[in-house]
Structures are given as C-alpha cells and as structure tokens.
C-alpha cells in the first residue's frame, strides 16, 4: 500500500467520526424553539459598480421578517412509584411543566386519575387537588399555593419551568403492591391542536403563533404502590420449677417468649417490645434476649433495657419489613 493510500484511508475516518460526532451533537434534544417570538430577522442587500471611473454601491430596502412564535410545552414526571396504604388522604406525586416554545406563554392545568390499566383509581383530593410547590420542598406543605383554573394560571418564559403537585386521596380496602395512576397534563391558552396550526396575531407582541410538535399540550402520568403491613405478635409462657418439674409453685421460673413478625410490602417503623413484670413474680437478671442474643438490663448501646420502677422489659427492634423475618424477644421471672 502506498503512502498516499494510507493517508487518504485515514483521512476518511476522520470525516466519517466528525460527521458521526456532529449528527450526535444536533440529535440531543433541545429546550426552548430557538430565536424568541418577535424578534426581526432583517436583511439589506447591495449592488457595487462604476461609473465612468467612480464606485457607486446601490442598497435595497430592509426585508425585515419577524419571528412568529411556537405553542410548545413539556410535562415531566418527577415523583418515583409512590409507597402509599389504604386510607391515605393527600398524596402527592411531583410534576414539571416546562415551557419548550419561544415565547411567553401561559398554560392550564388539569389533573386526570380515572386511567384505564391500572389496578385502583385514586381520588383527587377536594377541594384542591393540584398545587404550585411554593417553598420548594418537593412534596405537600402548608405554603404550597392551590392551583385555581383561569386565576394563577402559571405564565412562564421560553425554558421556565414550574413545579407542580397533584394529591389524591387512596381508597380503603386495597391489596398490597396494587398499583394507582395520576395524570397531569398542562395545555397552551393560546392555542393546542394539529401541529403546524397558524393562530393569526395571537403571539407575543402581536406577531402569529403556530401550535409545535408537542401540539401545545402536554401530559405526563405517576404512579401510587399500595404497600401494606401485617404487624403480629404470639407470646409464650414456659415454666420450669426448683425440682426440674414444670409446676408453678414459688421459686419456679417462668420464660417468656415475644415473637413479632411482619409480612406485606411495607415498613414498621421504630418498633419496640415493651413487657411488664407480673405481680407476684420477681425479674430474673440479665436474663434479656433478642433472637438468642444477651442484652444488658442498663440503658446502654444495645437495644434492650429493664425498668426497675416498672417493673417492665423494653426491647428496640427498629424499622422492621417482611425480609427481616420474626423477632424472638425472652426474658426470665421467678414466682415469688
């Protein structure tokens, strides 16, 4: 192969990677259409020449076009798949509107949550069900502003964004992992219909609008889990005398047994065993365990801890799910 071969193959690949690497740049996708609604486009041509030895240059009248504007808009789903549990009023699933056009333009919000497909249709929470995230939290709070049709309608500049809310109540009597759908879809008040619509003098400053590729509206669809749980506790009673019998009589030990445990998709948060003491019977100590393991009675690091002017037995398990499997809590009393 010649050296002019070799370099004319390499030459190639070079334009082939720019070209590849261009076409990746144009095909991200993009925010706001371009150049703002009303901005002039203008333009002057000119003819040079001479005459009779003297340059002479000729200028045309401006073509001036002015931008129309584009109805865009974008509807993003912010919240994951919501954990939620039969009963719960207010729940509510985060949403973006972004306004993806080139002018100013305003949008109405409608919420949406009777959707074919799912497993239970949640109820939109009265007497309002859509919210403007006011304090920024990311979830429903006493600041955030209710969304009031035709009144706060948001306004938002080429790539402003607004957050916004939508809370459902969820129904009783729902299985666990059933899944619930809520929509919101934000529309353009100028305009929204077949894209390439033109809406004469409708645009910023009075220049034409033209409904986009998003046809001026936008919808976009969360979704509630109904995560349950099933929290049961068994307890047991074994007794063993002073003369390796089982009869309760006075210096006879009594074993207690706590088992809990949980099933369904959810958590129980911060669970604790307590158990007091019986009268006419005396605490064995240091006879605590969680699982098989010693506790200490003084309120220390470990989990487990004897109140004297109970008395009782308190016992920490935590945030506890279905995966932790049962909890085995037993301590000793002596009949007294």
Do not use: H, W
Request: charged fraction near 10%; include cysteine.
């Amino acid at each position: 192969m010649t050296r002019q071969s070799v370099f004319a193959q390499r030459l190639a690949r070079v334009v082939s990677l720019t070209s590849l690497l261009a076409v990746l740049c144009f095909a991200q996708p993009a925010l706001a259409v371009g150049t703002l609604a009303g901005t002039d486009i203008s333009n002057t041509a000119s003819v040079s020449y001479t005459l009779n030895g003297a340059p002479i240059t000729e200028n045309s009248a401006p073509a001036v076009i002015t931008v129309a504007e584009i109805l865009d808009v974008d509807v993003t789903l912010q919240s994951p798949q919501l954990p939620v549990a039969p009963g719960d009023t207010n729940q509510a699933i985060v949403f973006t509107v972004t306004n993806t056009g080139n002018g100013t333009e305003t949008f109405s919000l409608a919420a949406l949550s009777t959707i074919a497909g799912d497993d239970f249709d949640p109820a939109l929470s009265t007497p309002d069900s859509i919210f403007f995230d006011t304090d920024g939290s990311g979830d429903l709070s006493p600041g955030d502003v209710p969304y009031v049709s035709g009144t706060n309608d948001p306004v938002l500049a080429p790539d402003a964004a607004v957050t916004v809310l939508v809370a459902n109540d969820i129904p009783a009597g729902l299985l666990d992992t059933n899944i619930g759908q809520t929509q919101l879809t934000a529309t353009s008040v100028t305009g929204s219909g077949v894209a390439g619509t033109v809406i004469a003098g409708a645009g910023d400053g009075g220049v034409d609008a033209m409904v986009g590729v998003t046809e001026g509206d936008a919808v976009d669809t969360g979704e509630y889990i109904i995560e349950t749980i099933n929290f049961t506790v068994a307890k047991t009673a074994a007794v063993i005398d002073q003369f390796g019998g089982t009869t309760p009589v006075p210096g006879a030990q009594i074993t207690y047994q706590i088992t809990t445990t949980v099933t369904g998709t959810g958590i129980a948060v911060g669970a604790v065993v307590n158990d007091p003491v019986p009268a006419n019977t005396t605490y064995l100590p240091e006879s605590m365990t969680l699982n098989g393991a010693v506790l200490s009675d003084a309120a220390d690091a470990d989990v487990g801890e004897f109140n004297a002017g109970g008395p009782s037995i308190a016992v920490a398990l935590g945030d506890l799910s279905a995966a932790d499997g049962p909890q085995v809590v037993e301590f000793i009393v002596v009949i007294d």
